[in-house]
C-alpha cells in the first residue's frame, strides 16, 4: 500500500484563546480541500484539543509534546494517556523549540516509548543548528536518532514518523530555507542510519517528512525532489488560505 502523503500544520503556542482555535479550525476545514492520498492533521496546544476533537470528530489532532513520565508527580507534565483521553491520535517529540528548554535525546526516548505504549504515532524531530564543512552535522543528527530508538521493537517502526528540521531553517528569524537537495540528503542519511540499527526492509517503514520555512510554493518540490513522503508545516498552518494552497499544490500533481 503506497503511503498517503502527510502535512502536520504545527499550530506552536497558538492561537490565544479557545474561542480562536476553533475559529482558526473552522476556517483551515473550509479552504483547505480533503483528497483520499494526504492525510492532513494538526498539532495544537493541548488545552485545545478536547473541544476541537469534539466539535471535529473526524479530524486528527496532534499534541506537541508529551511527558516522559507515567502520570505521578510531576508537576506540569501532560502524560501520553492523558493525551490520548484528551482525544490526540499523535505526538510531535523532540521539536527543536522543546529541545531548547532542555529536551534531551534520553528524553525524547521515554517519550517516544510511553506515546506508543498509550497508542499515540510518534512524530520524531530532528536536525542540526548549523551545518559544518566537516559534516559533523551528519552525526550530530545520526546521535538524536539511535540514542531515540535504542531499544525500540522493530515492529513499532511502522508508526514512528521522523521529520527532519534542519533548526537554522525554521521559523521568521530563519538563517534561509533549505533546499530539496539539502532534504533528500538527509533523507537517504536517515535512512541509511535506519537500515544500520535495524534492518532495511524495517527503515523503509518509517515515514520520513520535512520541516523548517514550507511554504505553498516551496512544499511541493521537497515532496517531489527532497525524498520525503510529508511536510510539517508551522507559520503557514495558521493562515488557511496559504495552507490550503499548499494543499493543492500537491493534490495537482496526483
Ligand atoms: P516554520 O516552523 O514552518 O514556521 O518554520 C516549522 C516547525 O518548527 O515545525
Not at 489532532?61 to 508529551?66: G, I, L, S
Not at 508527580?73 to 490526540?88: D, R, V, Y
Not at 505526538?91 to 497508542?119: L, M, P
Request: aromatic content about 6%; proline content about 4%.
Amino acid at each position: 500500500m503506497e503511503l498517503r502523503t502527510l502535512i502536520v500544520g504545527n499550530w506552536k503556542s497558538n492561537p490565544r484563546t479557545e474561542k480562536e482555535a476553533v475559529a482558526l479550525y473552522s476556517e483551515l476545514s473550509k479552504e483547505v480541500p480533503k483528497h483520499k492520498s494526504i492525510e492532513t492533521i494538526y498539532a495544537v496546544p493541548f488545552v485545545f484539543l478536547p473541544i476541537l476533537k469534539k466539535k471535529f470528530p473526524k479530524t486528527l489532532f496532534v499534541a506537541q509534546d508529551v511527558s516522559a513520565f507515567d502520570g505521578g508527580a510531576h508537576t506540569g507534565e501532560i502524560a501520553a494517556t492523558q493525551l490520548a483521553s484528551a482525544g490526540a491520535v499523535s505526538v510531535i517529540i523532540g521539536h527543536s523549540e522543546t529541545r531548547a528548554s532542555g529536551v534531551t535525546n534520553t528524553d525524547t526516548r521515554e517519550k517516544i516509548q510511553r506515546a506508543i505504549k498509550a497508542g499515540l504515532s510518534p512524530i520524531l524531530c530532528v536536525g542540526e543548528t548549523v551545518r559544518d564543512e566537516g559534516h559533523e552535522y551528519l552525526r550530530f543528527v545520526a546521535n538524536q536518532i539511535t540514542e531515540a530508538l535504542l531499544g525500540m521493537p522493530k515492529a513499532k517502526l511502522a508508526s514512528l514518523t521522523i521529520a527532519y528540521e534542519p533548526v537554522w531553517a525554521i521559523g521568521k528569524d530563519a538563517a534561509r530555507v533549505a533546499t530539496p537537495e539539502e532534504s533528500l540528503e538527509m533523507s537517504i542519511f536517515i535512512r541509511r542510519t535506519l537500515a544500520d540499527m535495524f534492518d532495511k526492509k524495517s527503515a523503509e517503514s518509517v515515514r520520513i517528512i520535512y520541516g523548517g520555512s514550507v511554504d505553498e510554493k516551496n512544499g511541493i518540490s521537497f515532496l517531489k525532489h527532497g525524498g520525503v513522503s510529508g511536510l510539517l508545516p508551522g507559520r503557514l498552518s495558521l493562515s488557511p488560505k496559504k495552507f490550503a494552497a499548499l494543499i493543492r499544490s500537491i493534490i495537482g500533481t496526483l
